[in-house]
């Protein structure tokens, strides 16, 4: 037949496949070599996306919107020694690769008036010798806030030093070196550090951990299901060889094209594991059950991979139809899982269609064996085997009380649709980490400390010098810094408002917005030419672009909402049309709104790819399976798991977020494998002329063992992903390995309760 090709073509060339499949294996192994890991959001996001185009303006315009917040505390920083070591930590800081610029209490700079007209130096001329001065240098930066106030705690306990990185680098790697300064500064100064590069650096270091630790667990987890089901060598160990070479080819091919490991492609290690094994798990268990038969050979090895590989085609294409789906989302990371994901499953499908053959018939394995290997429960040959087993009497409650089965899913969905309401939609990077983790505990102490831990990037272009302009963002600032959800805010204003005081004497009244342009021009002009104050980071050098720098609160998706729309409307107010300054151009930019926008492009995005999934599968099997209503009612327990799996997310509080998903498209690709496998073995009884219930009796006592073999492996491979350090991987193992449950348990119950009902209708 057509669907043992494949088969049939290893077990005349067994030799050429073994050497062609380790050929592709050394390829494939150089690729690997050059994977990365990048856990940084902003590759999530395509490069036409708005809100990336607005932040790359603000890089492109002032090199940069990259900060780590490093915080001290001020009992340790204000003493000699906590100051020398955060000066000699600041001037390292000043030099690491991929650092553009450094603020600290110890360089700050202050201007002062001076006969001849300004002065710009460090506050912090001369480190202090004694408590007494370092104390003072306190006191004085807590009379005079202008220079130091982004910088002091409002309850006075933590001290900041900000880290600003150069545009375009690697983030995670700058804050990893970064980090190691850091710590270098124990035990004169305990410091915590947060901002996005930090957390991206510490997901980084997770996933790598996640990657060491998971993948060999996995793999013993597997492998010890299938030695203790088969009991032979070859049936625990050629399947785990197939899926470890499609997990080799597919890491590989992220090497070759540049991919990267992050929050969710972290996923396909396990993923290939766990669900690659049921292709040659289901060739392994119908070939031992020739043998339990008494037959041996190469015709026996024919008949068995030519009866189950129709099915594991279709199981397979339905999987890589499933991941595919995901290839269409918005969101960069989804798109490269979902093709990644069917690339991997396509090659674990030919490795188990044509390695495993070939492997078999060059290493044997169709010989007698006494005592060894599983006991088929065939009814024809061993009715002794399933009368009693677990098999045989789900096989009669499900054809003799198929009533039951229709009270049990009549109240599981609607339990589920009761929890549909309670899904919430969450992007916040930061619940990537647990409570318990030092970037979560750091993130948590910076933002409750200094009234966020992220920044809001208020571009403002045309004459931005301009006196009425000035006032504008004067204004927004104090709207910014009395709105909630908002913390302090800089802006080239207070640079004004310090020189403008210097040239008047140090005057407290001077420090205002001068009357006219060239007053502020000038300004700016001696203020540039008497030291460095960080204009650069405000205004550019064409006195064209300005910029607002805001610190921003927001914990979780409402919140973030709402300080995203209240930041557009603040910037709309006092610069859009209808302000009457003139501006060519004002928006706000950032990683919040980056975020924001994720939360709708998730929603919209898994919602087409979920349709898709089931679409596709659904065509595929109605083709595949006999164009009848029968296959047709193959799709049904999937839908019920869709459900479910929604509904446990809403009752348990999950979160559908970047990687949570994902989990109903990959749920319909690698769920709807054990239906496929019922129907199959269903038909192919039926032709025999065996009635619906005898029929399915022997299906369930059969395949049925696969098909749980099969979705214990799959399930038990995803919940070591529980063991993970990140949260939403946490539920993501959790919800698949229920998923496979809920699916298997539809396949084995529910689909032959609706055959019988079917073939009665039709009788």
Not at 112 to 135: F, H, K, M
């Amino acid at each position: 037949m057509l669907g043992g090709l494949w088969s049939r073509i290893a077990l005349r060339h067994p030799r050429l496949v073994i050497a062609i499949t380790l050929a592709l294996s050394v390829l494939f192994a150089y690729g690997a070599a050059k994977v990365r890991i990048d856990s940084g959001q902003r590759g999530y996001f395509p490069e036409n996306d708005p809100g990336l185009a607005r932040l790359d303006q603000v890089e492109d315009a002032f090199g940069g919107s990259n900060t780590i917040m490093a915080a001290a505390l001020t009992a340790q920083v204000f003493t000699p020694e906590g100051l020398r070591a955060l000066d000699r930590l600041t001037q390292e800081l000043r030099e690491a690769p991929g650092v553009v610029s450094v603020q600290s209490v110890t360089n700050i700079a202050e201007v002062t008036g001076e006969p001849w007209g300004i002065d710009v130096r460090r506050i912090l001329e001369e480190l202090p010798e004694s408590q007494d001065e370092a104390a003072s240098f306190h006191r004085r930066l807590q009379r005079d806030l202008q220079a130091a106030r982004l910088l002091l705690s409002d309850d006075g306990s933590l001290v900041m030093t900000l880290v600003h990185l150069s545009a375009g680098v690697d983030s995670s790697r700058v804050a990893a070196g970064v980090r190691a300064l850091l710590s270098s500064a124990a035990p004169v100064l305990t410091i915590y550090a947060t901002g996005g590069p930090v957390l991206i650096s510490a997901a980084d270091d997770y996933l790598r951990k996640d990657l060491q630790r998971l993948f060999p667990i996995v793999a013993v987890v597997i492998v010890g299901l299938l030695v203790g089901s088969f009991r032979r060598w070859q049936g625990a160990l050629l399947p785990m060889i197939t899926v470890g070479l499609s997990t080799l080819y597919t890491v590989g091919l992220m090497g070759f094209m540049g991919t990267p490991l992050s929050q969710i492609t972290v996923a396909l290690t396990v993923i290939l594991l766990s669900v690659g094994s049921a292709y040659g798990i289901h060739m392994m268990h119908r070939l031992y059950e020739e043998q339990s038969q008494g037959r041996y050979g190469r015709h026996a090895m024919e008949v068995a991979f030519d009866a189950v590989t129709l099915p594991i085609i279709l199981a397979g294409a339905t999987t890589i139809a499933g991941f595919g789906a995901n290839a269409f989302s918005s969101i960069v990371r989804i798109r490269e899982f979902g093709l990644l994901a069917a690339f991997g499953v396509a090659c674990a499908l030919l490795l188990a269609l044509m390695f495993i053959p070939a492997a078999v018939a060059v290493f044997g394995g169709m010989r007698p064996s006494h005592g060894e290997g599983i006991t088929a429960c065939v009814p024809q040959a061993q009715d002794h085997c399933t009368r009693d087993g677990l098999f045989q009497r789900l096989a009669g409650c499900v054809t003799q009380r198929p009533a039951t089965i229709w009270l049990i899913t009549a109240i599981v969905a609607v339990w589920s649709v009761a929890g549909l309401p309670r899904i919430k939609v969450d992007t916040n990077f930061v619940s990537f980490f647990p409570s318990s983790s030092q970037a979560r505990r750091d993130f948590d102490l910076v933002r409750s400390k200094f009234g966020g831990a992220s920044t809001i990037h208020v571009m403002i272009e045309g004459d931005v010098i301009g006196p009425e302009v000035l006032e504008a963002m004067e204004a927004a600032q104090r709207e910014f810094e009395a709105a909630p959800g908002f913390g302090k805010s800089v802006s080239v204003v207070d640079l004004v408002k310090q020189v403008s005081r210097a040239m008047h004497g140090d005057d407290p009244s001077f420090a205002r917005i001068p009357e006219s342009r060239g007053e502020v021009a000038q300004y700016l002009l001696i203020a540039s030419m008497s030291g460095d104050i960080g204009i650069e980071r405000l205004l550019t050098m064409d006195n064209q672009k300005a910029r607002i720098e805001v610190v921003a609160d927001a914990v979780d998706s409402s919140s973030r909402a709402t300080v995203v729309r209240r930041a557009t409307e603040i910037v709309e107010r006092h610069f859009g049309p209808a302000s009457g300054l003139g501006v060519s151009n004002a928006f706000a930019a950032g990683m919040l709104f980056l975020d924001d926008g994720m939360s709708n492009l998730i929603t919209r995005s898994q919602t087409q790819s979920l349709f898709l999934a089931v679409i596709s599968v659904f065509v595929i099997v109605y083709l595949a399976l006999g164009r009848s209503l029968d296959s047709a009612l193959c799709i049904v327990p999937i839908l019920l798991t869709i459900l479910v799996n929604f509904a446990v997310m809403g009752w348990a509080g999950i979160p559908f977020d970047v990687v949570t998903a994902v989990v109903s498209s990959v749920a319909v690709g690698i769920g709807i494998d054990y239906s496929i496998h019922i129907y199959s073995r269903f038909r192919e009884a039926s032709l025999r002329g065996k009635s619906p219930s005898d029929a399915l009796r022997e299906t369930i006592a059969t395949t049925g063992r696969a098909v749980v073999l099969n979705a214990g492996a799959v399930a038990a491979g995803f919940v070591v992903l529980m063991l993970s350090s990140f949260p939403p991987l946490r539920n993501f193992g959790g919800l698949i390995a229920l998923t496979m449950a809920t699916s298997s348990i539809g396949a084995l119950t529910l689909l032959p309760a609706l055959l019988l009902a079917a073939r009665r209708r039709d009788a």
